[in-house]
């Protein structure tokens, strides 16, 4: 099946740093990736979708000038935690759609990225 | 909104035990329901899934059957094994604006001992 490659797997960064994940489609092409955050014992959530070449679209809630997206080509997008803060400490995960198919198939994760901010 | 509602766990079975893993939906429309597999250090993995009420998604001897008139879909394995510990999620997909994404559970992490 398809893969989506999550990169970095962990990292542990400084209050006041900023940090990039990045997500690639690996044998598909996705003009549309999608970002959540899963907090300790509760669901993954929904912060946005990323549309490749236009701006991405965020969820309710979630700061657009924090969680900087960027998906520039059809393998990759790119989340970047700006000015870190404990409170960012979570962990994140992408996933894809094989394009032109329906929302009823499935969805390719990646294999998420846990962010510690000390 | 739509939202998924999942037993929390973690939830401790001795091998070849029998596996319940509750979850329950609310959602405008007719959504399509997912049963999401996590392993230790590892992405998430479509274990099964169902489209329609009444279908039955099946995989690895992993079942659960689409229920709209109690708004369910419960995960069931009749005899597990250690290498079924895992996170497993129960899904839907988001079709409100045309949106193509998952609104999850919060996830049961289930521990098979020998």
């Known amino acids: 099946g398809a893969v989506v490659s999550q990169h970095p797997s962990r990292v542990i960064c400084k209050s006041g740093t900023s940090v990039k994940i990045e997500c690639r489609s690996l044998d598909f092409q996705a003009t549309t990736m999608f970002w959540y955050r899963q907090f300790p014992k509760q669901s993954l959530m929904l912060m946005a979708t990323?549309?490749?070449?236009?701006?991405?679209?965020?969820e309710q809630g979630v700061e657009k000038d924090k969680f900087l997206i960027n998906h520039a080509s059809l393998t990759l997008s790119t989340l970047t935690v700006t000015s870190a803060h404990p409170e960012d400490s979570s962990f994140y995960i992408c996933?894809?759609?094989?394009?032109?198919?329906?929302?009823?198939?499935?969805?390719?994760f990646g294999q998420g990225t846990r962010l510690t901010v000390v | 909104g739509n939202s998924v509602t999942q037993m929390e766990g973690p939830v401790t079975l001795s091998e070849e035990a029998f596996l319940t893993i509750n979850c329950t939906y609310t959602a405008t429309g007719y959504p399509s329901l997912f049963w999401y597999v996590q392993y230790p250090g590892e992405g998430l993995q479509l274990l099964l899934k169902?489209?329609?009420?009444?279908d039955k998604g099946s995989n690895k001897g992993f079942e659960a059957t689409y229920r709209k008139e109690t708004t369910s879909f419960h995960l069931e394995k009749g005899s597990v094994q250690v290498s079924d510990s895992a996170v497993y999620f129960c899904?839907?997909?988001?079709?409100?604006?045309?949106?193509?994404?998952?609104?999850f559970g919060s996830g049961t992490r289930l521990q098979v001992q020998p």
């Open positions: 899904a839907l997909s988001d079709q409100s604006r045309g949106r193509r994404a998952l609104t």
């Open positions: 990323s549309n490749e070449g236009s701006k991405a679209t965020y």
């Open positions: 169902a489209t329609k009420a009444d």
């Open positions: 996933s894809a759609r094989d394009p032109g198919t329906g929302i009823r198939t499935e969805a390719f």
